[in-house]
């Protein structure tokens, strides 16, 4: 239960409109895939409890909502994220030739400046192959990043990236500890202990 | 741009401020398309927050106009208005560095002063110059390995001056121009700081929608007041009462039954109307401390306040005490900007298409109603558009002068009451001139400001002038002469000036065709209770029968994990949605909504100090990770 899980972390997947971000996403999460999803609506984060060397952690996995397509991804969504998955599309080479764009936003934006980044090529039960596994490989080790190939379809190499993203983020000290008691809003109220005697209760 | 976008939406938003946004996500959420677009690069309008470079380049951008060049194919029948009015501008900008332009150990630091402003004047404008629109030349020095020559020169002298990040706060003669631009990205600098009440409207909104998973919040922590020339803590706590060695034990026996009997008072009014809430105060004969304590920190009135509204005023404040923090105020984490930013996200998560830096030419209208957005060279369809009143077209607005908010952002090398404990401060600083000013003073755990530096933020109703309409306050808070290095007060290192536009009271619905809706900008309120009111006015009117943010499903539901506990977690939860969901649940399936208990991420435990020790102890590790790479 919560007291077991080591932390959470902010995880975030980026990359152009169309390379299925969401499908990695989903199959992740529930182990589905919808061939004929279009366009994400209706996809904000998603959480997962995985176990890495012992330690539970919770994954909040984040989808752009679909604000990619005109390059919209509000600042606040990168905020505090220890990882970010970049997907491209092996059968299309305009979305790999993007990436160069999408690392330069997460370093724009990025408040942490040890994320941890990885390349994930998708769609590899495709035929069509326009990106060599050579060239991404290339391409990943210039920027420091992992790099792993991925079928959403097949489920090939999903569970494994989630996995080596998070391996790296545990092994990297100082990215993942909890940041601080900061107040998110929720149903309850946080009255802390020495504000419960405020005016009200003297009266 | 790779994609073209639709042409034809629900509801057409433009402008990113904080009532287009709440209009924008609300119209979403009830399954609208809305396409939500803004000219700027960035969100928010005059509700955004930047780090500095960007900040600096807004004096610039200042003057930009929108293009009006019509490239569309609008024909005669169509009456064809461009974009634009004086209303989107900042006005009377100023901004002054009161350090070194870099650490030149061979110059003598009066020198330095003496010839500061010269010199940086010209650095400010070169620098702006470059890249008005994307990364910053900055941002790529401290990333990475795609230097230039000239660069790489520049880091090298930055990192001689500064081997170790950590002294960037140890003195205040050490701070540079330069160092406090190398930590650009560690300020975020809001154009309109807010405060929420922690049981006001806003943040009960953001509760019931469930927006609040997208920000955090921190409570503001002390509350000042200044009284006879002195900087002194409003009791917001019965241990602040009985620490506050100013407030004799009478006067909070005075207090106390003011504060019980003002629910009272506000039933049978024992004055009578047009009496000020001072007159009403003194009639209760409170003493002079008191007196200033509840008309001008924790009402937040002025001398010319109104019985009736100071109540109102007062009551509030109470009610909102004791929920999150120790004051009734909560601040969010990384600046105000987060905020609309927020609801964008909640409006693009339920299918809003956002689309930033576009050109927006102008409306056409047909039989004087709006029909469509030029927008490059598209031309897009709506029934109805919502728009901020700076981007809407000359002709929609009358008015002759409008009002000022007068705004200063600075940063300083200290708090203005100095405590072991870092503390976020709201000072309510009563002017002669009878304005309230407004004072925000942010530290690090704000995540707007670096370590050992704060950020002063200080909002008035204002003239044309505003380093004149602060001037009574910031001199009082700060050294007057620069380099009176005895002063205990902090020192101004760096201070920006300027006005935003405050379109509140302006007649927005006279002039405009029934299905145009204009938003104003930022009005003087503390908080966003009046936006929030604005943004549902606006949204009722389009959309008369339609619930106003329902509570969004939490997408995270599904927890998949080993054990099996868990999974019974969700199949409960499930269940009591299912049940609770009262017909309106249909939308919430289709878009998978079990929503799962509140404590996934949303209770976390409130600032405890021996927390804010763990956090310190965090921040110094990260820090000293930074140094060792």
């Given at each position: 239960m919560d007291e077991d899980i080591l932390t959470t972390l902010k995880i975030l997947i980026i990359g152009e409109s169309g390379v299925g971000k969401s499908s990695i996403l989903l199959r992740f999460i529930d182990d589905n895939f919808d061939p004929d999803q279009t366009l994400t609506i209706g996809v904000d984060f998603k959480t997962k409890r995985v176990t890495v060397e012992e330690n539970c952690v919770k994954l909040a996995i984040w989808d752009t909502a679909g604000q990619e397509r005109f390059r919209t991804l509000t600042p606040s969504y990168y905020r505090d994220a220890q990882g970010a998955i970049l997907v491209f599309d092996v059968s299309n080479y305009s979305t790999f030739s993007r990436l160069d764009t999408w690392l330069n936003e997460l370093d724009t934006y990025s408040t942490k400046h040890n994320i941890v980044k990885m390349i994930v090529g998708n769609k590899i039960d495709k035929d069509k192959r326009e990106v060599s596994r050579e060239e991404a490989m290339k391409f990943a080790r210039r920027h420091q990043t992992l790099y792993i190939e991925a079928s959403a379809k097949t489920k090939d190499g999903v569970q494994t990236a989630f996995e080596e993203l998070v391996h790296k983020i545990i092994q990297t000290p100082g990215l993942w500890e909890s940041y601080g008691p900061n107040l998110q809003l929720g149903e309850k109220d946080h009255v802390s202990q020495n504000s419960s005697c405020s005016y009200c209760s003297l009266l | 741009m790779d994609y073209d976008l639709p042409t034809e939406f629900d509801l057409i938003v433009v402008g990113t401020g904080l009532i287009e946004s709440i209009i924008s996500a609300a119209a979403s959420r009830i399954g609208k398309q809305v396409l939500h677009v803004d000219v700027n690069n960035y969100y928010g309008g005059h509700w955004a927050s930047f780090n500095l470079e960007d900040f600096l380049k807004l004096k610039q951008a200042d003057s930009k106009s929108v293009d009006i060049a019509l490239e569309g194919d609008s024909n005669d029948k169509d009456h064809f208005l461009p974009i634009g009015n004086s209303l989107n501008q900042l006005q009377h900008f100023e901004i002054d560095w009161n350090v070194p332009d870099r650490d030149n150990k061979s110059d003598s630091l009066i020198e330095k002063n003496e010839t500061h402003d010269e010199v940086e004047e010209i650095k400010v404008n070169k620098d702006c110059q470059?890249?008005?629109?994307?990364?910053t030349k900055e941002e790529n020095v401290e990333v990475g390995p795609q230097l230039g020559e000239k660069e790489l020169k520049e880091k090298c002298d930055t990192e001689e001056i500064q081997?170790?990040?950590?002294?960037?706060?140890?003195?205040?003669?050490?701070?540079?121009q330069e160092s406090l631009r190398k930590d650009s990205r560690k300020f975020v600098i809001d154009l309109c700081p807010k405060l929420q009440f922690a049981r006001g409207d806003f943040v009960e909104l953001l509760i019931s929608s469930n927006i609040a998973r997208y920000a955090e919040f921190r409570s503001i922590s002390r509350v000042l007041t200044w009284i006879n020339g002195n900087l002194e803590v409003v009791p917001c706590s019965r241990s602040d009462v009985f620490a506050n060695n100013k407030v004799s034990v009478i006067e909070k026996r005075m207090l106390m039954k003011l504060l019980t009997s003002i629910e009272e008072d506000e039933k049978n009014p024992s004055v009578t109307e047009g009496t000020t809430f001072k007159d009403f105060l003194k009639s209760k004969k409170l003493s002079e401390n008191i007196l200033h304590f509840v008309l001008y920190a924790l009402s937040m009135s002025t001398n010319e306040t109104l019985w009736l509204e100071g109540i109102k005023k007062t009551k509030r404040f109470l009610n909102s005490?004791?929920?999150?923090?120790?004051?009734p105020f909560l601040f969010s984490m990384y600046g105000s900007g987060e905020i609309t930013q927020a609801f964008c996200r909640l409006s693009a998560v339920f299918g809003g298409v956002f689309a930033l830096n576009q050109k927006l030419h102008g409306l056409v209208l047909k039989n004087n109603k709006f029909e469509s957005l030029l927008c490059g060279k598209q031309k897009i369809l709506s029934p109805h558009i919502v728009m901020n009143v700076g981007l809407a077209p000359e002709s929609f607005l009358k008015y002759d002068k409008t009002k000022l908010l007068s705004r200063a952002s600075l940063i300083t090398n200290k708090s203005l009451v100095n405590s072991e404990k870092e503390h976020m401060t709201l000072l309510l600083y009563p002017a002669a001139n009878n304005k309230l000013c407004t004072v925000l003073e942010l530290g690090s755990l704000t995540g707007t400001c670096p370590k050992n530096l704060f950020l002063v933020h200080i909002t008035t109703k204002g003239s044309d002038d505003p380093k004149e309409d602060l001037r009574e306050c910031i001199e009082s808070l700060f050294p007057v002469e620069a380099g009176s290095e005895t002063s205990e007060k902090p020192k101004i290192l760096w201070s920006s000036y300027f006005s935003i536009p405050d379109t509140n009271e302006l007649n927005l619905n006279s002039f405009v065709p029934s299905n145009v809706f204009l938003c104003p900008g930022p009005d003087?309120?503390?908080?966003y209770d009046l936006s929030l009111k604005k943004a549902r006015e606006i949204f009722s009117s389009i959309y008369p029968n339609e619930e106003f943010l329902p509570r969004a499903p939490d997408s995270d539901e599904i927890v998949i994990g080993d054990d099996t506990e868990a999974a019974k977690e969700v199949t409960d939860h499930s269940d009591s949605v299912l049940n609770n969901s009262d017909g309106t649940s249909e939308t919430e399936i289709a878009l998978e909504a079990r929503a799962s208990g509140s404590d996934l991420d949303i209770s976390s435990d409130v600032c405890e100090p021996t927390e804010q020790e763990n956090l310190k102890d965090v921040e110094q590790c990260s820090e000293a990770k930074e140094n060792m790479q």
């Open positions: - | 470059q890249d008005v629109l994307g990364v081997p170790v990040k950590d002294e960037i706060e140890q003195k205040c003669d050490e701070i540079t005490l004791g929920r999150f923090g120790k004051t003087s309120d503390l908080d």
